[in-house]
């Protein structure tokens, strides 16, 4: 059924829904996508949402959605809205039940000749370690099972207390969105239930859409941005994670939007869609709402940094030189599932607004604070990850994103066929086959994951990182493309 | 067919049938292990009994599946068995009149082991497209999974 309403093209990239489309609507809303593109997304209510989110109270600028856009709970996936730090509103389904579902890139200083072909298909063996080092699937349970204090500071700390503990290095931290740690985080915020489901999960990588890949250099775009990235040539080596904050993040989302729920009755917003749920920024339910969530996202940073240690551990032990030597530094790691405090220029004045990003990224230019000193010269990378049979990216942060999205961009491909439908057209071993054919390796944690995540069951994520490119709300610098992948 | 299980693009949901509310919980929570894993390779071995309450038949149900997944997941346990029984009580605090749903569930199953082939991951249990209506004889309910 295909969406209705009016959508004004404004250019190429850019399609408006005017504020004139429903009564309430405090903004206009602001889809990017391409002329074909646009079609798609009218055809499953996303744009409705857009629409919706503009209800919003204390909204800043237009409400706004990634070209990656799909229906999602409440907001879209894909949405971006900003709400004023003084009058506006929190809302958890603008950040969605995967707090801090994000996106972490390791380089190394590995060629794919040098690892494939001089020492004789050393990917395989790579996959093959990383899965049993790192667990994976549905209900796969953590290495370490965290008594009531480590959660706590794994709460308060995130990627800080895995480095503490001896899970990478000091270095790591700089080269994390929030140097992997939200301080406002309050443990005492997060019920016992959400913690109980942390507890025996961290450092698990989770099933689903969630990845984690042996990737190369497959374009570089802008060599010199690269450069500053420790990207240096075509077929250098990159591990990509992508995974966030498990049942811990999935149970405070759940836990905050019922208590959200009483908080709209009473204070008497006026919403077109009751999964918007919402609360003043100042009242206790979005105070609380605020402090869980960043312990949820503290536990996701948590939870990448102790992958990324395995990774370490796995490549040190399959090649036989330390990480060190092996460069394996991270070139970023972004959060894609977050609403965030943050200073804008809006109409030529700094406001304080909290960004709800769900399903999109941050895309800082240079210059910005919250960048590692090493990239304020060039901007944020931002990485987006893709299916398993086509590519991923490295895109960079502009001052056209900061003027347009609150410093915001796509965040991945989509879905374009439901599971189900994936599983009856795509067989597992054809799946396999078909990526063999193309040099991939994949290795699930169940047959089903394998034909659920059929590259043909997603959008093409190339569509959806030429339109960013194109609008110039982020800017390509490199192309990497799978060649071992791990699916929970 | 007592249930059934559709799909949207990114999500899965249910649509439960029982001749009574209390069938539509139990029902509900079949459907969700069948999305989970398979029902008939789940014994009825360990047994767990909890009690909830809610405003609401329907959003009692989004809260009795969230303890499922909770159990599910704390206890690295799978469920095929769910017996419950509700009553409706007055509402604490609340006006004249003004009542809420008791649920009180035993519900057997085993730990996860090699024989269990898990399918999916749900997340979370939403309130999107919830509903919990009578029908004919009977009640039909619906429920979206995130996943």
Known sequence: ?488 | MPFKIFEHTADVGIIVEAKSREGIYEEAGRAMFSIIGELSKIEEKDKYEFEIESDSYDALLVDFLSELLFLHETNNSLFSKFKVRIKEIKKEGGKEGEKKVHLSASVWGEKISKKHTLKTAIKAVTYHMLSFEKKHKGYIAKVLFDI
């Open chain 1, 1 to 488: 059924m295909a969406w209705k309403g009016p959508i004004n093209k404004i250019d190429d990239y850019r399609y408006e829904i005017p504020q004139s489309y429903k009564s309430g609507m405090r903004t206009s809303g602001l889809i990017y996508a391409n002329a074909r593109m646009i079609e798609d997304i009218r055809g499953d209510n996303a744009p409705e949402q857009v629409a919706n989110v503009a209800y919003l109270p204390g909204i800043v600028g237009k409400s706004l959605a990634m070209p990656d856009i799909h229906w999602g709970y409440g907001f879209s996936i894909g949405g971006v809205a900003a709400t004023d730090a003084d009058n506006g509103v929190i809302s958890p389904g603008g950040v969605g039940y995967d707090i801090n579902c994000g996106v972490r890139l390791l380089r190394t200083n590995l060629t794919y000749e040098g690892l494939e072909k001089g020492s004789g298909g050393k990917i395989r063996k790579l996959i093959d370690e990383i899965f049993v080092n790192v667990p994976s699937g549905v209900g796969s349970q953590g290495k370490i099972r965290l008594g009531m204090q480590d959660m706590n500071k794994v709460l308060e700390e995130g990627a800080k207390w895995a480095v503490k503990k001896g899970y990478g290095t000091e270095e790591d931290l700089e080269y994390l969105e929030e140097r992997g740690m939200f301080a406002h985080a309050d443990s005492s915020k997060v019920e016992e239930k959400a913690k109980q489901r942390g507890a025996s999960q961290l450092g698990t990588l989770g099933a689903g859409n969630h990845f984690l890949e042996i990737q190369k250099v497959d374009e570089i775009y802008d060599a010199n941005i690269a450069k500053v990235f420790g990207i240096r040539e075509i077929g250098q080596i990159m591990v990509m994670i992508h995974t966030g904050s498990r049942g811990l993040g999935h149970q405070v989302c759940t836990d905050n939007l019922r208590t959200m729920e009483n908080a709209v009755r009473k204070y008497n917003i006026q919403l077109p869609d009751k999964q918007l749920a919402c609360a003043p920024v100042d009242s206790p339910e979005a105070k609380n709402y605020y402090a869980a969530m960043a312990c949820a996202a503290n536990y996701a940073w948590a939870n990448r940094q102790l992958i990324v240690h395995w990774v370490r551990e796995a490549f040190e032990k399959v090649l036989g030189r330390s990480a060190d030597e092996l460069d394996m530094h991270i070139i970023y790691d972004v959060a894609h599932n977050i609403a965030k405090l943050e200073e804008h220029v809006v109409d030529g004045k700094r406001r304080k607004v909290y960004v709800h990003r769900k399903g999109a990224t941050r895309a800082f230019v240079a210059g910005r604070q919250e960048l590692p000193k090493a990239y304020r010269d060039v901007g944020q990378p931002v990485l987006i990850p893709g299916d398993m049979g086509r590519a991923s990216y490295i895109l960079v942060g502009t001052e056209r994103a900061m003027k347009e999205t609150f410093g915001s961009t796509c965040h991945g491909a989509g879905r374009k066929m439901s599971r189900e439908e994936a599983i009856r057209r795509f067989r597992e071993v054809d799946v396999k086959n078909k990526l063999s054919n193309m040099g991939i390796y994949v290795r699930g944690a169940s047959r089903d994951v394998i034909s659920e995540e059929a590259p043909d069951a997603y959008k093409d994520v190339n569509d959806v990182v030429d339109v960013t490119h194109g609008a110039g709300i982020s800017i390509k610098v490199a192309k990497l493309i799978p060649l071992g992948v791990m699916k929970g």
